[in-house]
């Protein structure tokens, strides 16, 4: 795969599931099941996206927006398409989302070992905000809690 690539953003639908719970899979050690993203689809605060390329999906991201916050509740890439501009695209998708509808924050939990998912984080003005004790239920590992504030 080129390291940039021309791809697609569009909504979510239940037509997505199967390859999302496929990079789901293969992204996190505790995925989600098909009941619960099917469920994410029909709640009205949560906004899913997906990223396209030649008509497969190659990555997806699912944040909510609760009157002026905004929380990112998943990201995840394919890992065939890492580090080509996805996870950046669909950060973009959801920054550009939150500013059009006037939120103030932007919120997110991220593992204390995703050092990778920080830097991307970063790179888009996420600041670390506090800690999440033993918050993961696998292996009790901390969250990172981290805020973009918008302007």
Not at 37 to 56: D, F, G, N, P, W
Not at 127 to 150: F, H, P, T, W
Request: charged share 35%; glycine share 4%.
């Amino acid at each position: 795969m080129p390291r940039k690539f021309r791809f697609q953003l569009r909504p979510m639908t239940r037509s997505d599931l199967d390859a999302v719970l496929e990079i789901e899979r293969r992204s996190f050690e505790q995925p989600y099941s098909r009941e619960i993203l099917a469920q994410e689809l029909k709640i009205k605060a949560a906004h899913l996206r997906v990223a396209t390329y030649r008509r497969k999906v190659i990555g997806y991201i699912d944040f909510w927006l609760v009157h002026d916050e905004m929380e990112l509740i998943s990201i995840a890439v394919h890992p065939d398409f890492k580090r080509c501009g996805v996870g950046e695209g669909l950060m973009q998708e959801m920054i550009r989302f939150a500013h059009q509808n006037e939120a103030r924050f932007i919120y997110l939990d991220v593992r204390r070992s995703n050092e990778a998912a920080q830097h991307l984080y970063e790179k888009f003005g996420f600041e670390k905000a506090g800690v999440r004790r033993r918050y993961y239920s696998d292996n009790q590992e901390d969250a990172i809690i981290m805020k973009k504030v918008l302007e």
